[in-house]
């Protein structure tokens, strides 16, 4: 059977969904488990925007899972084959992408998504990221008798890098995933609004 999609998108007015029209690309950043895929999808349902996850992307065209293009090519080929997409994707025009979350760690990726648009982080601990990970087979740095340590190292290591990239730092805790995407859209037109001197 076919994986169910959640296709959902919230209710917003004319007048903020009118605030977007100028907006370039929204491309989600943060660790594994932090919501980029599932809030990303719910982000441009909303927006009426095509939506591109790059690890989806990359799966569809190599016919392989992430876990298959780790075990064959290792992460070194995995990285390679997310650099070419990270630049395809951001050279499109006003789509929500979600990044892989180690995409940051190049310096030509990061230049491409910003290059593109604006830059989403979404942040939470590792404890949460252990949650909502620690059943998915499908991540394969993930795999081994301490998921939690490797969490926190990366943590350490991301965080910096996802804050410093990021046009728009979004909490994520105990609410739920559509919250998260409402937060995002209520920060944008902030954004907008100061940007413009509107605030
Ligand atoms: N803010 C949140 N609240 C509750 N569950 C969440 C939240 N963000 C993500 N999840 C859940 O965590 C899991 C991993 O989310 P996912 O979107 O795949 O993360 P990412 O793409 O950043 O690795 C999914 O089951 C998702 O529903
Ligand atoms: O953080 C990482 O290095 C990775 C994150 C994964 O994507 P998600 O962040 O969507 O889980 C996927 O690209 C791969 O397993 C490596
Ligand atoms: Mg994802």
């Known amino acids: 059977m076919s994986k169910k999609r959640i296709h959902s998108s919230l209710p917003i007015t004319a007048a903020q969904q009118a605030l977007f029209a100028d907006v370039p690309n929204i491309s989600l950043v943060g660790l594994m488990g932090s919501g980029k895929s599932t809030v990303g999808r719910i982000l441009a349902n909303t927006l009426k925007r095509p939506y591109f996850d790059s690890d989806e992307e990359i799966v569809s065209r190599t016919g392989a899972s992430v876990p298959t293009i780790f075990e064959i090519e290792g992460e070194a080929g995995f990285r390679e084959r997310e650099a070419k997409m990270i630049r395809e994707l951001s050279e499109k025009q006003q789509v929500v992408i979600s990044t892989g979350g180690g995409a940051v760690l190049r310096e030509d990726n990061r230049a491409a998504l910003k290059a593109g648009g604006l830059v989403v982080y979404l942040s939470t601990t590792p404890e949460r990221l252990l949650v909502r990970t620690r059943y998915d087979r499908n991540r ?60």
């Open 140 to 199: 394969p740095l993930l795999q081994n008798p301490d998921p939690l340590g490797t969490l926190k190292k990366m943590h350490e290591f991301r965080h910096p890098i996802y804050s410093q990239m990021a046009d728009i730092i979004v909490t994520t805790g105990s609410g739920q995933v559509s919250q998260v995407a409402m937060h995002i859209i209520e920060a944008i037109s902030k954004k907008i609004a100061k940007d413009q001197g509107l605030t």
